[in-house]
């Protein structure tokens, strides 16, 4: 297959494949990626393959296909649907998937199709079931994320090659890469492995330290003990009251919702994260919106404030509606430390009951918002927190 062919090219660091291209369909050749190809081949060199980028039909050509085979049939047929799409794109990675990670455990999979982006079932099916790392449209702005990601995947500095630094002497607890150099261990962990499940972290030492960590822990640990520069990252301040701000971000134009991925398989949920010490919940909501599913949000009020506390520790939660500042920003497509990616979701497919959610947060407050549920205003903080 010209899968199998691209992957046992060992002169590039990565290879273009076209699954289930017509005849007649546009192909690599007039893709926007083909000059993404050239650019980064021109950065790294010849190089064993980093990423496979599968670029399936377009849903016209896959609609046109599917009428096609409907002609003579006297039942009124119905729309050929984006779920359809996602079927056949699904059939086609799935089969050659998990011999290709066992064979080529540091090839990174990307899948750019701008209708899947789209449909947020599409990076559930899509990454965490079938396991491709990244899934990304066709606009500008992806190409540009997509050209950073694999660069940053190929960099020499990062593992063992001729140009490289530092000799890279490390090995992935995970899928036991090895030749990786600490930036490159930090680089390769959340873009290989952030939306694998906790049990696969059993019993795994860090390779850097040595010490052990639980199944919840990889990623914080290596996030704050090996950051690339710099002394180790301090965890936030172990007090009593822990702080939280959540944030349901619902844009105009279509009245879709932010969702993120959560890393780690556990499904979508609520953009959001712990307060840091001394910052304002308004400002830690809008940061961790930023950071999680890569949107700039404006903070337009309060729907909930919440404290749940126990013995030891107290959990105060905010919970805050906000809208993008652009209502055309694009969700987060690649993964990091921070989250796998991020989607648009409309109401009608949140409440089908077909994404994994992380919590029932987003099943209770999504439809308050769409309802015209109370918004309280931002003056109900205080002034300074406000400023």
Request: negative net charge; hydrophobic residues 35%.
């Given at each position: 297959?010209?899968?199998?062919?691209?992957l046992?090219h060992?002169?590039a660091p990565?290879g273009?494949v076209?699954?289930?291209?017509?005849?007649?369909a546009?192909?690599n050749?007039t893709?926007p990626?083909?000059?993404?190809s050239?650019a980064?081949?021109?950065?790294?060199?010849?190089q064993k393959?980093?990423?496979?980028i599968?670029?399936?039909?377009?849903?016209?050509?896959?609609?046109?296909?599917?009428v096609?085979?409907?002609?003579?049939a006297?039942a009124?047929?119905?729309?050929?649907?984006v779920r359809e799409?996602?079927a056949?794109?699904h059939?086609s990675?799935?089969?050659?998937?998990?011999e290709?990670?066992?064979s080529?455990?540091?090839?990174?999979?990307?899948v750019v199709?701008?209708p899947l982006?789209?449909y947020?079932?599409?990076?559930?099916?899509?990454?965490?079931g079938v396991?491709?790392?990244?899934?990304?449209?066709?606009?500008?702005?992806?190409t540009?994320?997509?050209l950073?990601?694999?660069t940053?995947?190929?960099?020499?500095d990062?593992?063992v090659?001729s140009?490289a630094?530092t000799?890279?002497?490390l090995?992935?607890?995970i899928?036991?890469?090895?030749?990786l150099?600490?930036?490159?261990l930090?680089v390769h962990?959340p873009?290989?492995?952030g939306?694998?499940?906790?049990s696969?972290?059993?019993d795994?030492?860090?390779?850097?330290?040595?010490?052990?960590?639980?199944?919840?822990?990889l990623?914080?640990?290596f996030?704050?003990?090996h950051?690339p520069?710099?002394?180790?990252?301090?965890?936030?301040?172990?007090?009593?009251?822990?702080?939280?701000a959540?944030?349901?971000?619902?844009?105009?134009s279509?009245?879709?919702f932010?969702?993120?991925?959560?890393?780690?398989?556990?499904?979508?949920?609520?953009?959001g994260?712990?307060?840091?010490?001394?910052?304002?919940?308004?400002k830690?909501?809008?940061?961790?919106?930023?950071?999680?599913?890569?949107?700039?949000?404006?903070?337009k009020?309060i729907i909930n404030?919440?404290m749940q506390p126990?013995?030891?520790?107290?959990?105060?939660?905010f919970i805050?509606y906000a809208?993008?500042?652009?209502?055309?920003?694009?969700?987060k497509a690649?993964?990091d430390?921070?989250?796998?990616g991020?989607?648009?979701?409309s109401?009608?497919?949140?409440?089908?009951?077909?994404?994994?959610?992380?919590?029932?947060?987003?099943?209770?407050?999504?439809?308050?918002?769409?309802?015209?549920?109370?918004i309280?205003?931002?003056?109900?903080?205080?002034?300074?927190?406000?400023?």
């Amino acid at each position: 297959s010209r899968v199998e062919e691209a992957l046992r090219h060992k002169n590039a660091p990565f290879g273009i494949v076209t699954l289930t291209t017509p005849k007649g369909a546009d192909t690599n050749a007039t893709s926007p990626l083909s000059s993404l190809s050239a650019a980064t081949l021109a950065q790294v060199g010849a190089q064993k393959p980093f990423a496979v980028i599968i670029e399936p039909q377009s849903f016209e050509a896959f609609k046109q296909q599917q009428v096609g085979r409907q002609q003579g049939a006297n039942a009124e047929k119905a729309p050929v649907t984006v779920r359809e799409y996602l079927a056949d794109v699904h059939a086609s990675i799935d089969p050659w998937m998990d011999e290709m990670i066992k064979s080529f455990p540091d090839v990174f999979v990307v899948v750019v199709s701008q209708p899947l982006v789209e449909y947020p079932l599409a990076r559930q099916v899509l990454i965490s079931g079938v396991g491709t790392h990244m899934l990304v449209g066709s606009s500008a702005t992806s190409t540009t994320t997509l050209l950073d990601v694999l660069t940053s995947i190929c960099h020499p500095d990062h593992h063992v090659g001729s140009t490289a630094s530092t000799k890279g002497t490390l090995k992935c607890p995970i899928c036991a890469k090895q030749g990786l150099t600490p930036k490159g261990l930090y680089v390769h962990l959340p873009q290989f492995h952030g939306n694998v499940p906790f049990s696969k972290y059993r019993d795994t030492r860090c390779p850097m330290c040595k010490d052990s960590f639980s199944q919840s822990d990889l990623v914080n640990h290596f996030f704050h003990e090996h950051p690339p520069s710099g002394p180790p990252i301090p965890e936030r301040i172990k007090v009593s009251l822990y702080t939280f701000a959540l944030v349901v971000t619902r844009r105009k134009s279509d009245g879709k919702f932010l969702m993120v991925q959560e890393f780690c398989n556990q499904g979508y949920w609520l953009p959001g994260g712990g307060v840091d010490p001394g910052e304002c919940p308004i400002k830690g909501g809008k940061r961790e919106t930023l950071e999680e599913a890569g949107v700039d949000v404006e903070i337009k009020g309060i729907i909930n404030i919440s404290m749940q506390p126990s013995p030891k520790v107290t959990r105060l939660t905010f919970i805050f509606y906000a809208e993008p500042v652009d209502d055309n920003a694009e969700a987060k497509a690649h993964p990091d430390f921070e989250s796998v990616g991020a989607a648009w979701v409309s109401l009608e497919e949140l409440m089908s009951g077909e994404l994994a959610l992380r919590g029932k947060e987003p099943l209770h407050w999504f439809p308050h918002v769409a309802n015209g549920g109370d918004i309280h205003p931002l003056s109900l903080l205080d002034v300074y927190c406000r400023k």
